[in-house]
Each structure stands twice: as structure tokens, then as C-alpha cells.
């Protein structure tokens, strides 16, 4: 390889080894809840809502809730969840928010529990990061960075910026 082919190469290197260079997030706490893998997708041109997605654990001995999430960029936000009856696919706010059990887990992912952030004043783009503000009932609220993956994204994407 030589000229233009080599430069690109070595860039196509570059990029890969510090994508690979990124680490995870250390998790974030609030009370005896551990917040992990916080992500949403890039919206598409004229998008005016979002959805977020995490994991989140309780260590404690008492149930939480989460109750509200808010961005900066988005009128307003719902904790929603979609499911499938009788072959069609409903999406609906959570009434009283998510429970999140003692000593349990509960992930909000693509197809089940999540955020939808509405009327969005702007788009969301690959490799940002988005300050969420989460609020539990018990815990209280915390703000934590949202990393943004691509378009099409099934999860958080390595070396994805957070």
C-alpha cells in the first residue's frame, strides 16, 4: 500500500484502537440503587421523540420506583412500555412509574420498558452524550450522561463515547 491508501489505512487503525481505548462508565449510584449502560439512538432528520434505555439494580432491602426522566433537549419525558397484544404492538406510559424490587434488576431496552423523551427540540447524534435526570421515588433524582449510538443501534455500541 502506498499514498492514499496507506493514510487511510493508518487513520481506519488509528480510529479502531481508540475506540477499543474508550472504557466503560463506572456505574452511577443514588441510594442503594446502581445505574448502568445508560444509551439511546441517534434520531433521524425531523425526529421529535427519543427513546433512553439502562439497567437498574437495587442493593437495598426496600423497593424504589422510577417515576420521571427529563432532557434538556425534549419538552417533556414518560417512563412508557411496549408490548404486543393480539398481534398489535401498543406503547403506553407506565402509570406510577417502573418498581424496581429488592435485591432485583430491572433493563429498559428496545421492545419492553423505556424513556420517551417528546417534542424534542433537537436531534440526537452519534457519539453525544445526554445529561438525563432520573427521578425515583425513594432514591430521588440523579443525573446521569446518556451515551447517543447509531441509528439503527440494538445496545450500547463499544467504544461508544459516554
Known amino acids: 500500500m502506498t499514498g492514499p491508501r496507506l493514510l487511510a489505512a493508518a487513520s481506519l487503525a488509528a480510529f479502531a484502537l481508540a475506540g477499543a481505548a474508550v472504557a466503560e462508565p463506572a456505574p452511577v449510584k443514588v441510594g442503594t440503587l446502581t445505574i448502568e449502560s445508560p444509551w439511546m439512538r441517534a434520531t433521524p432528520g425531523g425526529a421529535t421523540v427519543a427513546g433512553g434505555y439502562l439497567r437498574i439494580?437495587?442493593?437495598?432491602?426496600?423497593?424504589?420506583?422510577?417515576?420521571?426522566?427529563?432532557?434538556?433537549l425534549a419538552a417533556r419525558g414518560e417512563v412508557h412500555e411496549?408490548?404486543?397484544?393480539a398481534g398489535i404492538m401498543k406503547?403506553?406510559?407506565?402509570?406510577?412509574?417502573?418498581?424496581?424490587p429488592?435485591?432485583?434488576?430491572v433493563e429498559l431496552k428496545p421492545g419492553g420498558y423505556h424513556l420517551m423523551f417528546m417534542d424534542l427540540s433537537a436531534g440526537l447524534k452519534e457519539g453525544e452524550t445526554?445529561?438525563?435526570r432520573l427521578t425515583f421515588?425513594?432514591?430521588?433524582?440523579?443525573?446521569?450522561?446518556?451515551?447517543?449510538?447509531?441509528l439503527g443501534a440494538r445496545g450500547p455500541e463499544p467504544g461508544q463515547a459516554r
Open 137 to 150: 421515588e425513594r432514591a430521588g433524582s440523579v443525573t446521569v450522561p446518556f451515551a447517543v449510538g447509531s
Open 130 to 132: 445526554v445529561p438525563t
Open 102 to 105: 429488592p435485591g432485583g434488576t
Open 57 to 72: 439494580t437495587n442493593g437495598g432491602a426496600e423497593p424504589d420506583r422510577l417515576v420521571a426522566a427529563s432532557i434538556p
Open 82 to 85: 411496549m408490548s404486543v397484544e
Open 91 to 100: 406503547m403506553r406510559p407506565v402509570e406510577g412509574g417502573i418498581a424496581i
